[in-house]
C-alpha cells in the first residue's frame, strides 16, 4: 500500500476570499480553526461569492494576534483589520445555499470599506462559536457542525489527482483553484474518492460526500477573470451524470491537531454509487 501524508493545509477565513496555507493547524467540528468563520453578505443576508464576484479572489488575507487583515492585490496599502472578535452587539440572519443561521455583524467600518474597494453593499458577518449550523442530515445521523462553507467542514485532494488534470492542461493550475483544506502525498488519482474513514495523525476523518464543481472554479484565483479550464477539461472525465466531482467533503471524529508530514491511515473505503451528490 502507498504511503500517504498530508502536504498542505489551507484556510479561508473569510468565505470566497484568498487562502492561506498553514504548517498545522487547529481542527475543530466545525472546521479548521478560523475557516470560513467570516462572510460577506447581500444586505438580505444571502452569501456574496466569486460565483457573481469572481474580483473577490483579488482580496489577500493574513491571520494577525488578535485580527485578520484583509487588502486588495492592487491597492495593499488600504487595509482593513477585521478582529476576531465583532466588537457591535448586531445580528443578523445569513444564507447559505437556502440554509439560515445567524451571523454577528462586524461594522459599519468594515461595510464601509468592502463598498469603497469592492463596490460590493453588504455587510461583513462573523460566525462566533456558540452560533451552531447544523450539517444537512442526508449526509449524517449525528448533530455535525458547519462555518459558512458551502456544505461541509473539510474538503480534502490528492496530488496526483491535480498531478493527472495538469497533464491534460495546457497552463497548470494548483491545489488553490479547488480550495481544499487538505492536500496530501501518495496513493493515485482520486483515490480521496473512496476514502469513507481515515486518519491524519491523532485524529480520524469521514468522507461523506465528492466536491461539486461550480462557477468557483470558473474563477482564475490568480487574476479573479473567469476562465474555462480547468472546468472543461475536467467535464471531460470527471463528470457523473450531472456532476462534475473533484476532491471529498469530510467530517471529522474529534477535536485536536493536525501538520503537515502527518501520516495519513486508511481505515474504510466505499465507491460513489449510491451517494446523494
Request: aromatic share 8%; net charge negative; hydrophobic share 40%.
Amino acid at each position: 500500500m502507498a504511503t500517504l501524508s498530508l502536504s498542505a493545509i489551507y484556510v479561508y477565513p473569510v468565505k470566497s476570499l484568498s487562502g492561506i496555507r498553514l504548517e498545522r493547524s487547529k481542527v475543530e467540528k466545525k472546521g479548521l480553526a478560523l475557516d470560513r468563520r467570516w462572510a460577506i453578505v447581500s444586505p438580505d443576508g444571502r452569501c456574496i461569492t466569486q460565483r457573481t464576484h469572481p474580483h473577490l479572489a483579488l482580496v489577500s488575507v493574513e491571520i494577525e494576534k488578535n485580527c485578520l487583515v484583509l487588502w486588495h492585490r492592487e491597492d495593499p496599502e488600504d487595509a482593513l483589520e477585521v478582529p476576531f472578535e465583532s466588537e457591535t452587539t448586531d445580528f443578523m440572519p445569513v444564507n447559505v445555499w437556502g440554509d439560515v443561521c445567524l451571523g454577528h455583524m462586524v461594522g459599519a467600518y468594515a461595510d464601509e470599506w468592502l463598498a469603497d474597494l469592492l463596490g460590493i453593499e453588504g455587510h461583513l458577518v462573523h460566525m462566533p462559536k456558540r452560533i451552531e449550523r447544523v450539517v444537512d442530515s442526508r449526509y449524517t445521523e449525528e448533530r455535525e457542525l458547519v462555518s459558512f462553507a458551502d456544505g461541509f467542514p473539510f474538503m480534502v485532494m490528492g496530488e496526483a489527482s491535480l498531478e493527472e488534470l495538469n497533464s491534460q492542461l495546457d497552463d497548470e493550475v494548483d491545489a488553490l483553484q479547488f480550495r481544499p483544506n487538505l492536500v496530501f502525498r501518495g496513493g493515485v488519482a482520486h483515490v480521496e474518492d473512496s476514502w469513507k474513514r481515515f486518519r491524519v495523525g491523532d485524529l480520524v476523518f469521514r468522507g461523506v460526500k465528492p466536491c461539486v464543481r461550480d462557477g468557483v472554479l470558473e474563477v482564475d484565483q490568480q487574476t479573479g477573470e473567469k476562465v474555462l479550464e480547468p472546468m472543461e477539461t475536467l467535464g471531460d472525465y470527471r463528470r457523473f451524470g450531472e456532476h462534475v466531482l473533484f476532491g471529498q467533503n469530510l467530517l471529522v471524529e474529534s477535536e485536536g491537531e493536525i501538520r503537515v508530514g502527518d501520516m495519513i491511515t486508511v481505515l474504510e473505503t466505499g465507491d460513489l454509487n449510491g451517494l446523494v451528490l
